[in-house]
């Protein structure tokens, strides 16, 4: 399974980040897998921010549930996450990941900045 993720670099503050992943050499609805959003701050560890699963649901890190949202366009297997009223504490390097089982696959990450 690969994974890209592609979106804008630069967000001013006070909009929504908007990220996709597009994943080759699997389906997104294949069972088990769970299809997450992960980001890392400069300076800081990796900070799980949600899911979704291969059924649909979805699952949020409760301190950014208010601002965070998944979504999935199964036609392109591609999975989305949105961040709305963004700050610059939200600038971090954003990866995409699927967990199955005993395995996980990585994106290999794209920067995202908050700045006016």
């Known amino acids: 399974v690969q994974l890209q993720e592609s979106g804008p670099g630069l967000v001013k503050p006070s909009q929504t980040l908007s990220l996709t992943c597009t994943v080759s050499?699997?389906?997104?609805?294949?069972?088990?897998?769970?299809w997450s959003w992960i980001r890392q701050p400069p300076g800081k560890g990796l900070e799980w921010m949600g899911a979704?699963?291969?059924?649909?649901?979805?699952y949020y890190s409760p301190s950014l549930k208010s601002r965070t949202s998944i979504s999935r366009d199964t036609s392109k297997n591609q999975f989305t996450l949105q961040l709305s009223s963004v700050t610059p504490e939200d600038t971090a390097v954003y990866y995409c990941?699927?967990?199955?089982?005993?395995?996980?696959?990585w994106g290999q990450g794209t920067q995202v900045t908050v700045s006016s």
């Open positions: 990941n699927a967990l199955v089982a005993s395995n996980d696959y």
């Open positions: 050499g699997g389906s997104i609805t294949t069972n088990y897998y769970y």
């Open positions: 979704i699963a291969y059924s649909g649901s979805t």
